[in-house]
């Protein structure tokens, strides 16, 4: 990652570091204590999703009251990271991942040209919103959260939800639903002061150490690279120091926390810098804020880790990291696109040792010849039409009783 021209060096590190030090301990702790965004506020930060999408996003996003704008998009990056040629092992297609046989029932004519197509960003949309809408229904009579438990019949299907009374015990389904309400506070626009992290002057502290360090692309700071850096491999180290583990890109960085505003700005911060400032898939540089208009990053090829200005022409905005958020973004195939979440009952798309977990989820009980009642083949949840209430049997779960729903895949 590269920060283009058009920002003015800092005076020289060593005149300057004993002010920053300063700033930044007291910025950092001054401001703490703040409130934090929740995730289902009704509309989205500037910036966090592409300009195309916005308006559908912001539409379909508040289809019904289980739903929201923020909600939607976390979805849609989990699914596809807003890419709409995303395909995945599994066959599931388009910006919202549908398989062919839940789009039969589903698919939605987002922008009204008289075709619903899957790979149509804007019927994707309207496409992932009636499908969450429908869900909500069907699960409406389950106690606990709405929202994880909509979500937890996207990933599993209505009838597990039904079963067990809540999201059910599956290490997928539970994964999906935490990342995606996580992630959704990425997107959601600040209604208060967003609340500043206790481990922002340890990680400045870290970038401080690195000042004249000369840059190296895709630098990680290891030994084999003489202790380099790139931009974004600054960024995740110096996280890495306070146990807060970055994904390794800028644009995907910019998801790991909610955004404040520039007047609200506090050190520990990330910074970013786009190409189209209404599209966060160009931001291709980011640094640490330290205060006072000035940031810490490692700027190109050529240069040393150093102090520069924040307000140039390409300034997208800012994120106040998390640990929720930052350990919900997906991970990316090796080509870049995202690895789409798994569905109880099929092996993750790229395999991957999971964590130590002290007080695991029970794992899916499910055998593959009846995963089929409770997810569609390959991955999707099962398709089923709204049951309206007056076909519902005395149990509530459907029009068989079981629990489950009929397939039309």
């Not at 996580?182 to 500043?196: D, G, H, I, L």
Request: include cysteine; glycine fraction near 12%; hydrophobic fraction near 40%.
């Amino acid at each position: 990652m590269v920060l283009r021209k058009g920002g003015t060096a800092a005076a020289a590190a060593g005149v300057v570091l004993a002010g920053f030090v300063g700033l930044v301990t007291l910025g950092t702790y001054a401001a703490s204590g703040t409130p934090q965004q929740q995730g289902n506020a009704a509309g989205l930060s500037p910036g966090t999703v592409p300009a195309a999408y916005q308006g559908a996003i912001e539409q379909w996003g508040r289809l019904c009251p289980d739903l929201s704008p923020p909600l939607l998009a976390a979805q849609l990056y989990q699914e596809s990271g807003f890419d709409p040629r995303a395909r995945s092992g599994v066959g599931a297609e388009g910006l919202a991942q549908f398989m062919p046989g839940t789009w039969a029932s589903y698919g939605t004519d987002g922008n009204n040209d008289g075709r619903r197509d899957p790979w149509d960003p804007m019927d994707a949309i309207a496409s992932a919103a009636t499908f969450d809408c429908a869900l909500a229904n069907h699960v409406a009579k389950v106690p606990g959260d709405r929202q994880s438990n909509m979500l937890a019949a996207y990933n599993a299907g209505p009838g597990a939800v039904t079963k067990y009374q809540g999201v059910p015990p599956y290490r997928e389904t539970q994964g999906y639903v935490r990342n995606i309400l996580a992630t959704a506070r990425s997107f959601a626009a600040p209604v208060a002061p967003v609340e500043v992290s206790a481990q922002s002057a340890a990680a400045i502290y870290f970038a401080q150490t690195k000042l004249g360090t000369p840059y190296l692309w895709g630098g990680e700071g290891k030994a084999s690279q003489n202790g380099r850096f790139d931009c974004s491999g600054l960024t995740w180290a110096a996280f890495d120091t306070v146990g807060i583990t970055l994904p390794r890109v800028a644009n995907d960085q910019w998801y790991a926390g909610p955004h404040p505003s520039r007047d609200q700005l506090r050190p520990g911060d990330l910074v970013f810098w786009a190409t189209d400032l209404t599209d966060p898939r160009s931001i291709h540089h980011v640094g640490i804020y330290v205060g006072g208009g000035y940031m810490i990053n490692a700027p190109h090829t050529g240069a040393v880790i150093r102090y520069d200005k924040i307000d140039t022409r390409e300034y997208i905005g800012a994120t106040r990291v998390t640990s929720d958020a930052a350990q919900a973004l997906p991970t990316r195939n090796p080509d870049g696109s995202v690895v789409a979440p798994s569905r109880p009952g099929e092996p993750a798309s790229t395999p991957a040792p999971a964590p130590a977990d002290p007080n695991p989820p029970a794992p899916n009980p499910a055998a593959p010849a009846a995963r089929a009642a409770l997810v569609a083949p390959a991955g999707r949840p099962a398709a089923a039409p709204v049951v309206p209430a007056a076909t519902a049997t005395a149990t509530g779960t459907g029009p068989t009783g079981s629990g489950q729903l009929p397939a039309k895949n």
